[in-house]
């Protein structure tokens, strides 16, 4: 039987999109679905426009959750991913191609060069550090179905995230 | 009642119609964010309801903020451009009779369409129970009533390469849907 980290690794694997919720400069919650990609140590990474909501948002506050699930399958029948953590845009030579070798090597893309997330172009690389991870189970109150979310062991999550 | 603009009406309500699940986020009272996927419905004035847990992390913030921001989308989409409707809301907890009952078949409706539930019978029941929403049960129902509605904006080229935006979808006063 699965674990739940090998559950997790599954969805995280197969979904392209994930959704950030960040809050705003006043304080009010934003949501952005974004392609993401990530590395073995289990950061992710996202390319966006400096100049988007959430961009701003996390310049502002690092704060970070994240759902990574499917949004198409039956109630009980799919899990989601839930992460809590930092991003921040990356300033860091390495770190930026780093997550350019995960962001287009993901999709079998040729990358693009390392001077295109910089200075006066207008797309930055984000790195989301994840310190929480949940999986989704179904609970039953009264014959409803509610959703429970049960923690994960992030060293035992990111071992399976090494193991191809 | 609330409708949205006709111009991209039909792209918003293609979006709607198509997902089961929405994700909500919210600020806890921390100015941090937290978020949840839910199954959700809809009525004509695109007021979105849902069910949880009274104790669950988000219905304990929407209590003390109803402030959300609601996200549609297909997250299965393999293309570089997800279309998606994004809501900016306030949230509250559904307790009167009639609206249990409106939300609930609006349910009843969605579990019917997707299979979840497969006769009209236990639809029915499940419409009958509004009371395990309301009193000593620990399930709550919610609405979200929208204030912002926008969807994703065709893509902007800089040198080639794709910068994301959004489009504001108007909400008028009153219009028909």
């Known amino acids: 039987m699965k674990t739940n980290e090998y559950l997790a690794k599954e969805i995280i694997e197969s979904m392209l999109y994930m959704n950030i919720s960040t809050i705003t400069p006043k304080g009010r919650p934003w949501n952005t679905p974004l392609i993401f990609a990530y590395d073995k140590h289990f950061n992710l990474y996202w390319l966006s426009w400096k100049k988007n909501q959430h961009s701003i948002n996390v310049k502002n506050n690092p704060h970070v959750f994240a759902t990574i699930y499917d949004s198409t399958v039956p109630t009980d029948t799919g899990f989601g991913v839930y992460l809590e953590g930092t991003a921040h845009e990356i300033k860091n030579l390495k770190e930026t191609l780093q997550g350019l070798k995960c962001i287009y090597g993901r999709r079998n893309r040729i990358r693009r060069p390392l001077k295109e997330f910089m200075n006066k172009f207008p797309r930055r690389m984000y790195k989301f550090t994840p310190k929480r991870v949940w999986i989704n189970g179904y609970g039953d109150v009264d014959s409803n179905y509610v959703d429970v979310r049960v923690e994960l062991d992030m060293e035992e999550l990111k071992q399976a995230i090494k193991e191809k | ?177």
Not at chain 2, 33 to 53: E, M, Q, R
Not at chain 2, 102 to 113: A, E, F, N, R, V
Not at chain 2, 117 to 130: H, L, P, Q, T, V
């Open chain 2, 1 to 177: 009642m609330i409708a949205l603009s006709l111009d991209n009406l039909h792209t918003v309500q293609k979006i709607l119609d198509e997902n089961l699940y929405m994700t909500i986020s919210v600020s806890n009272s921390n100015g941090n964010p937290w978020i949840a996927n839910l199954f959700y419905v809809y009525d004509k004035n695109y007021t979105f309801y849902w069910y949880s847990p009274k104790n669950s992390r988000h219905s304990h913030i929407i209590r003390t903020n109803p402030d959300v921001a609601l996200a549609i989308f297909d997250s299965t989409a393999t293309g570089d451009d997800v279309d998606a409707v994004y809501i900016q809301a306030n949230a509250y907890e559904v307790s009167s009779k009639s609206e249990l009952l409106k939300g609930l078949t609006l349910y009843g409706k969605k579990l019917l369409g997707t299979h979840f539930i497969r006769s009209y019978k236990a639809i029915e029941m499940f419409i009958k129970r509004y009371q395990d929403f309301k009193g000593g049960s620990p399930l709550r129902m919610y609405k979200a009533v929208p204030k912002k509605v926008w969807k994703l904006a065709p893509s902007k080229a800089y040198h080639e390469k794709f910068v994301d935006s959004r489009i504001e979808v108007p909400l008028h006063k009153p219009l028909m849907v």
